[in-house]
């Protein structure tokens, strides 16, 4: 042993020799990639030319271009978030509620729950294409209760309601963390109201959903970036010919991997992270007035 | 954002390192018998859940032991009149699924292996090792949470044709090989729960900084390192997006992209052989489900580190 300085030294060398790996990665995966996104975006590049400089062309054309598809995407994107994100948001919290029950076979329901969001999305693809196809099982279903049920997966119209449909399904990953927070509930905080005569709904209210605020605001936040992003689905279902579900990411692919406009296709990405970035910040300013932090002081 | 590197999460007795097994059940168990008739509503309604749950898989099962005949009968019926188990034969000998269940195993397990040693280093040295920089090293590994993956999508693919890797399986390893922010703060969390007092009785054994990893770190943080191995299974065994942009052969398809591929390559025309599409999708669902039914236990300790995040 040496000096302390030296044990110091040594422990910071120890600290930089255990990141590294992390860091070189950070570097190469993160950083650099994330300027030369910034820096594409302002040039126009097949991959074999030479990149020319074109300045805010591409942000403009994306914008404000004639038959731009952004807002198409855009649109798109938002209907799917803005329906899928509260949805399974509420059935998450409900199937817990109840799962968290005293009731039989709690596990057996709790793993029938789960199962569905364990399952590899373009296996979730494949079952759902077949189950919806126009003359598949749940329109065979329909039939029987007298309802003409729409080509899902194929009308321009629907094709997003079936993708919802599909995201519903897996909502199990939720539930799960629902639950666990359930769980963590002191039971006293619901002896103590129950003396005060209050009933279920009043405990639901004051209790248990301050007491799940910080995971709702996991899930929102999550649910929010994972809809937004959602490609593999809709790339599986669609394979991008169709004007109903194009959305973000598979806009993004399609320009970037299939017609090879990697300029424009960066500038798409940097829209897009802005976008997803303002949005987060927003959620979270606005979490502020309806998390409880246990231990927090106010 | 990141007010949860304010302070160290406080240590929840729940998520002791070895302490596993099933949570304690609620007190209200105590109450079963008298409500039993009051919770009806609850029985009606998750049955009615479960069913809507478990009945798409069990038409995937049904389907894939169907006949080619009868899969295109209509209306479809979920009891098969022939049980054809040689359809999970035919998967083999007809299709190329064998090949592509091959390759998702050569690129998962270097995944594996390379995002839990690369998260566990960098997690011991997050959480234990002082360091000028740990704080901005950590706040940083925050930072990479936020950052969507198509917003370096493009930069990558370019880098990586750059170095020749188009149609080889290392732009899907390579990334797994340095960890993720993700990983990373998982391991920290749990890592800063294990007591400081072994580090330094190990220290005045005159253990390295590596041996005290390799020896005391390593045996106490196995469900994380087990939670991260599970995420970077499931992530890359469905992964789709990755292989769709670097891999064009089809030799090297794994095995997410080869079935999607196979619905594809049927004649114009002719709807493809669902049973065979559904025995393809029994072979990419069943081991996930067979990876979360064994780690079940570690990934109850990991979502419990995780219910610590303040966001």
Not at chain 1, 151 to 163: E, I, Q, R, S, T
Not at chain 1, 203 to 210: E, G, H, K, L, N
Not at chain 1, 267 to 291: C, E, G, H, N, Q
Not at chain 2, 273 to 302: C, K, S
Request: charge should be positive.
């Amino acid at each position: 042993m040496k000096g302390p300085m030296s044990g110091r030294k040594r422990e910071a060398i120890a600290f930089y020799l255990f990141m590294l790996p992390w860091i070189v990665g950070i570097l190469v995966l993160y950083a650099v990639p994330l300027v030369a996104s910034l820096v594409l975006s302002f040039t126009n590049w097949d991959l074999f030319q030479t990149p020319q400089w074109v300045g805010l062309r591409n942000y403009t054309g994306l914008l404000a271009g004639e038959g731009t598809s952004f807002w198409l995407a855009l649109r798109n994107t938002a209907y799917y978030a803005a329906i899928l994100v509260p949805v399974n948001l509420a059935m998450s919290v409900a199937f817990a509620l109840l799962l968290n029950q005293p009731i039989i076979l709690r596990r057996w329901f709790r793993t029938a729950f789960y199962l569905p969001s364990t399952i590899p999305v373009v296996a979730v693809v494949m079952l759902w294409s077949w189950l919806l196809a126009p003359s598949g099982v749940i329109n065979s279903i329909l039939g029987l209760v007298g309802i003409d049920g729409p080509a899902w997966l194929v009308d321009p119209a629907w094709v997003k309601n079936g993708l919802i449909v599909m995201g519903v399904w897996q909502l199990g990953g939720g539930v799960v963390l629902f639950l666990a927070a359930l769980q963590g509930i002191p039971r006293h905080l619901y002896e103590a109201t129950m003396l005060d005569g209050a009933g279920a709904w009043r405990q639901f209210r004051s209790i248990t959903v301050p007491m799940l605020s910080p995971i709702i605001l996991f899930n929102l936040v999550n649910g929010i970036i994972g809809a937004l992003q959602v490609f593999t689905q809709v790339y599986v279902v669609t394979q991008g010919h169709n004007a109903g579900a194009l959305m973000m990411v598979p806009f993004l692919y399609e320009n970037a991997f299939e017609f090879n406009k990697m300029g424009y296709a960066s500038a798409i990405a940097v829209i897009f992270f802005v976008m997803i970035m303002l949005l987060t910040l927003i959620v979270l300013k606005w979490s502020r007035r309806w998390v409880y932090y246990e231990g927090e002081v106010n | 954002m990141t007010s949860s590197s304010q302070a160290p999460a406080p240590a929840r007795s729940a998520v002791r390192p070895g302490l596993r097994g099933r949570p304690a059940s609620t007190s209200t168990t105590t109450r079963r018998r008298p409500r039993l008739r009051s919770r009806i509503p609850v029985y009606v309604i998750l049955l009615f859940g479960t069913v809507l749950m478990v009945l798409p898989l069990l038409w995937m099962i049904s389907t894939s032991l169907a006949s080619t005949k009868y899969v295109t009968t209509f209306p479809p019926r979920i009891i098969p009149n022939t049980f054809q188990v040689a359809n999970y034969g035919r998967i083999f000998s007809d299709t190329d699924l064998g090949k592509y269940l091959l390759n998702s195993v050569v690129i998962v397990i270097p995944s594996m292996v390379g995002q839990v040693v690369a998260s566990s280093f960098a997690g011991y040295a997050l959480a234990r090792l002082r360091a000028p920089g740990r704080r901005v090293w950590f706040v940083i590994t925050l930072c990479t949470l936020m950052i969507p993956y198509e917003a370096t999508i493009v930069p990558t693919f370019v880098m990586f044709r750059y170095l020749g890797w188009i149609n080889t399986f290392w732009p899907l390893i390579v990334p797994q090989l340095f960890g993720s922010g993700y990983s990373i703060f998982l391991m920290r969390q749990f890592i800063m729960q294990i007591p400081t007092e072994y580090d330094e009785a190990a220290r005045l054994d005159g253990l390295s900084y590596f041996g005290i990893w390799r020896r005391i770190i390593v045996p106490l943080s196995v469900p994380a390192m087990a939670t991260v191995a599970i995420f970077t299974f499931t992530f890359q065994w469905g992964n789709f997006l990755g292989p769709l942009i670097y891999i064009n052969d089809s030799d090297k398809y794994p095995l997410a992209l080869g079935l999607y591929a196979m619905t594809q390559t049927s004649n114009v025309g002719q709807t493809p052989d669902w049973n065979l599409i559904m025995a393809g999708g029994m072979l990419l669902t069943v081991p996930m489900v067979m990876v979360y039914f064994f780690g079940q236990r570690f990934l109850y300790e990991g979502a419990n580190t995780l219910g610590q995040i303040r966001v």
